[in-house]
Structure formats: structure tokens, C-alpha cells
């Protein structure tokens, strides 16, 4: 009877929780939402206070352009309408996935994002988790090492990366990587002079493998420092002298309380790293010529072709703003100890 | 013995290392007006390795590398204090606004906060930098409108300590006005952490200096910003060059790195809690 009453309870309290939870995401997303939009606002009243007009911007001095083109740009901006609408016009064909013309590629923006956008989803996903990993691994030994050599040397490490340019990082394992010891071409993800079609996985790989080290040899820093710092306090609290009391190794020790406890603030520092690993990935793939996301957005910049650069502000935003979502639910709602404080 | 110890405590090393990285950031900028403009002149002494006459070795056009590092630290670090001064500023007056005009204002800052902080700082920069039609201007706005984040997090946090003390309900019923109030008892309040962020934010902006003039934004190819100095060599490396890489990065990475543990050291010294440790 009492158990039967006892494990009904339980299950209320899972719905309730469950229900808690799902509120909270929800408020989250709809606090992303607003986000966002504020986020088009901001880029849209800042093209629109620049001194250029956005028609002469697009078409940017290409006098090719016909007397159509430049009515069909006029509509898309809606330029002889007050601001508000002009912006909740250009926002209406945003969310239609119209996001206007390249001018460079001559092609529609959205298409040239898709095709860049796997190509810096790789480079960035394994400098992620690579980092992830290694900051780990690395804040693990600094803290299980607390005061020692290798303690000091960790964190003298990770100070140092903070303070280096990504750029001369990367230009510094160019030097020493594809220049002194020719192990790897200098740039490109592709050989030069070679069909798209003969482009072999293992070409792929051994352009992809210096641009991905230097993302990933900079992202461990930040992971580490933080599971350092948590990893000390958590080797300070009661339970882990009761467990050293109990005769649990250094290894259990670890498996059994530090794992658990640090895993989580570190993956969901990983996720709010998005937005340095975007701005790390658009440096790196300037030294070493990697066609991706990045790269596409500084020429953009410098080129002046406007509507490629606002696509992938608004996508690479995006990227960023779900990163920094996840990291906020990991942290808040995912967490077994926030159990009923969310 | 412990009295001789005593003499070199850890108080007294901090403050050391804090004049001496002062002291070489120093003379860094006095060197970069001391170094005169005739080093930069094209002469025949072209990609010469490092040596004793020029220490970072000579470019492809024979312009000493040392004397244009050092001039494009200079700008950098002249760019670098007026983007963090800007930043301080709208950060004080943010995070004063966020704490005092009440619960909509506050709301209404932390949400822009969380926009500014969100959004890849990177991307906003170009973008800036390509609206306001490149220059210092451009790289200026870009940093400091995305730098003011975290310092206006903790200014309105002070704020929000301080307002309700003692000595300032003492000193408004007093009939002091709010302005008296802000500029005589707030804001001395307030100073150490302000400082401490500006010292901890100047890093940050110098390297995403670097970065967008890397990126060719902002300033024209002859102004020897660090930046420009980099991605210009990079064309060279291919030919091993390294010095015209390997030098100014590293100058770089030093001053940096100075500013940093400047910053990290007056924090320690500054806050009460960790002073004796």
C-alpha cells in the first residue's frame, strides 16, 4: 500500500518536474527569440544609419546592373518606405529564406552559406571536440596536481594561449609544419589544379589537420582554467575525504565524484564557446586559405558585397545563440541538482 | 631568519612584477617614438636574417622590422586605450542606468547585454568597420561597442551594493543631489573595479585589434599596424622568411601577456578578500 502511494508520488513529482523543465525551455527559447530579433534590428539600423545607401551598397559601382535589377533591389529594400517598414519588409523575405543576391558569387546567398557552411562545421566540430577533450584532460591533471610542476605548467600554458593571436598561431605551425618539414601543403582544402570530382577524402584530410590544430591548440585554455578551478573545489569538499577515508583510489576517486561533477559546467562551456570558436575559425581559415564560412564573410567584408555578409552575420548569430541556449539548459535544467530549482 | 624572509613577501613581489611589466611597456612606447622614421625607408638591405643591427631582421623592401614593430605596437596599444576608454565609459554609465532607474531599466540593459554578448564579436566588428567605410573610426566603434559587456555586468552590480549603504541614505537625507551622490560616493566606490576591468579588457581589445587590421579591415596597408605587419608576411613565408613572422607576434604576445598579469596582479592586491594570500 505505502510503496504503491510511495512510487505514485515519485511519478507526480516526475511530471511535475517534467513540466517545470519544459517551462523553462520554453521561457529560454522564447528569450532567444526576442534575442534574435533584436539581433536583425541591430543590423538593420545599423545599415541603416551608415552614410551608404543600401541600393548603391548592393549594387556596389556594378554598372552591368540593368534598370530591373536595380527596381528589384529598391522593392527588396523597400526604400521609399518609412524605416519600420522598410525593416519589417526585409525581415518578412529573411524568414522566406530570401536573403538576396551575392553579388561576388552572382548566386543566392542562402546557397552559397549551405555549401560553405559544412565545410567550417567540420573544421570547427573537430577543433570542438578536440579541445573539449584535451582542456578536459588537461584541467583534470592540473587540479589532481594542485602546486606541483605540472600544475604550474598547465596553468602557465593556458595563460599564455589566452594572451596569443590565433592568426600567428597559425602562422607559426605553417612555418614549422608545411614550410621546414613539408609535412603538410601550405593552403587550401584542396590541391590546386584538381577537379572537384578527383578531390580524394585523404587530400581532404591532410589540408584540414593545420587549421583544425591551431583552432583546437588555442580552444583548450578556457576548458581547462574552468575545470581546473572546479576540480579543485571539488577535491576540497567532504565527501571526497570521506572517500579517501573509505580507501577509494586517485582513479575512483575521479570516476566516482570529480567526473560526475565536473562534466557537465565543462560541456556546457564548450557550447557558450561558440561564438570565439566562430571568430577563431574566420582567422585561421584566412592563413590557411580554407574555403569556408569564414573566410567567404572577410572577403565578403572587403569585397563590399553586403548581402553575403549580413547572411552570414544573421546564420552565423544564429550558431552562436544556440550554442550559448544549450549551455544555459545544460547548466540550469539538465543539471540533477537543480531538481526543482529551475 | 623569518624576519629576512619578510622583506620579499608575496605583496611586495606582486608589486615588482607589476613595475617591471609597467616598466616594459614603457619603454616599448617610448621606443616607438624615439626609433626615427628613417628606418622604414627602402634601402637595399633587403630580407636580412636577424643580427645584431637589425634585430627582427629587414622585409622584402629592406625596412628595418624592428623599428616597424615597435610603431605598430605603438598604434595598437593608442588604439587599444581609446576603444577600452570608450567601452568603460558606456559600460559606467550602462551598468549606473541598469542599477538606479529601476526594475524596466534594468531589465531592459540586461537584455541588451545579453544581445551584445551573444552575438559573435568578430562578425559584429567587420560589420561595423565596413559601415563606417574602414579606418580607425570603424575599428574604434567596432571593439568598444562590443567590449562594454562584462564591466557594465559588474558596474551595475557594485552599484547595486552600494546604493542602499549607510553613508549615501545619510548623505541624500542630508538633501545631497543624486549627481553629488553619483560622483562623490558611488563612483570612488566603484573605482578599483572599474580599473581592474579596463586592465582586464585592454588584452581582449588589442587582440581583436590585431585580428580585424589581420583581416585587412579598417586600416590602409602602409600604417604599420601589427596586423597589417603579419598578414603582409604572410605572403613571404612560403620562402622562409620566418623572422618577419616569428618577431612581432611574439612582441606581441609578450605585451599582451604584461597587460594581463598587470591587470590579474592589482585584482589580487586590490580585492580584499584574496590581498593575503
Sequence with gaps: ?342 | MLSVQEGWNVRKTMLLLVASSAAFLLILLFLGFWLSNDNLRLSMARNLPPSWEHPFGTDWLGRDMFTRTIKGLRLSLSVGALASIISVVVAIVMGTCAAVFGKAADAVISWMIDLFIGMPHLVFMILICFIAGGGIYGIVLGISLTHWTALARVVRSEVLQVKNAEYIQISRSCGKSAWYIARKHIWPAIFPQILIGFLLMFPHVILHEAALTFLGFGLSPQTPAIGIILSEAMSHISTGKWWLVVFPGLLLVVVIKSFDSIGEQIRILLEPASSHE
Excluded: C
Excluded at chain 1, 87 to 106: D, H, I, M, V
Design chain 1, 1 to 342: 500500500m505505502q510503496e504503491a502511494s510511495a512510487s505514485e508520488n515519485s511519478l507526480s513529482r516526475d511530471a511535475e518536474r517534467g513540466a517545470i523543465v519544459a517551462k523553462s525551455i520554453v521561457i529560454r527559447l522564447v528569450r532567444m527569440a526576442t534575442l534574435l530579433i533584436g539581433l536583425s534590428v541591430l543590423t538593420f539600423s545599423l545599415i541603416h544609419l551608415s552614410p551608404m545607401d543600401p541600393v548603391n551598397a548592393y549594387i556596389g559601382g556594378d554598372t552591368s546592373a540593368s534598370p530591373e535589377q536595380i527596381e528589384k533591389f529598391k522593392q527588396y529594400w523597400g526604400v521609399d518606405k518609412s524605416p519600420v517598414e522598410q525593416y519589417l519588409s526585409w525581415a518578412g523575405s529573411l524568414l522566406q529564406g530570401n536573403f538576396g543576391t551575392s553579388l561576388l558569387y552572382r548566386s543566392p546567398v542562402l546557397d552559397i552559406i549551405q555549401s560553405r557552411f559544412l565545410t567550417s562545421l567540420a573544421l570547427m566540430g573537430a577543433a570542438w571536440l578536440l579541445s573539449g577533450a584535451i582542456g578536459y584532460g588537461l584541467g583534470v591533471v592540473a587540479a589532481a596536481n594542485r602546486g606541483k610542476l605540472m600544475d604550474r605548467i598547465i596553468k602557465w600554458y593556458s595563460y599564455t594561449l589566452v594572451s596569443t593571436p590565433i592568426f600567428w598561431m597559425g602562422l607559426i605551425l605553417l612555418i614549422v609544419f608545411a614550410v621546414w618539414l613539408k609535412w603538410f601543403p601550405v593552403g587550401l582544402a584542396v590541391p590546386a589544379g584538381v577537379l572537384e570530382s578527383e578531390v580524394r577524402f585523404i587530400d581532404r584530410v591532410h589540408h584540414f589537420v593545420l587549421p583544425a590544430l591551431t583552432l583546437s591548440i588555442l580552444g583548450v585554455a578556457n576548458v581547462a582554467m574552468h575545470t581546473r578551478e572546479k576540480m579543485i573545489d571539488i577535491l576540497n569538499s567532504e565527501y571526497i575525504v570521506f572517500a579517501k577515508a573509505r580507501g577509494e583510489s586517485k582513479w575512483q576517486i575521479f570516476k566516482n565524484h570529480g567526473f560526475r561533477n565536473s562534466i557537465l559546467p565543462a560541456i556546457s562551456l564548450q557550447f557558450a564557446y561558440f561564438g570565439e570558436l566562430f571568430g577563431g575559425s574566420m582567422l585561421a581559415e584566412q592563413v590557411f586559405a580554407y574555403p569556408g564560412l569564414g573566410s567567404t564573410l572577410t572577403t565578403a567584408g572587403l569585397k563590399g558585397d553586403l548581402p553575403l555578409m549580413v547572411g552570414i552575420i544573421l546564420v552565423s548569430s544564429l550558431f552562436v545563440f544556440a550554442g550559448n541556449l544549450i549551455a544555459d539548459i545544460l547548466n540550469k535544467v539538465v543539471d540533477p541538482r537543480m531538481k526543482g530549482a529551475v
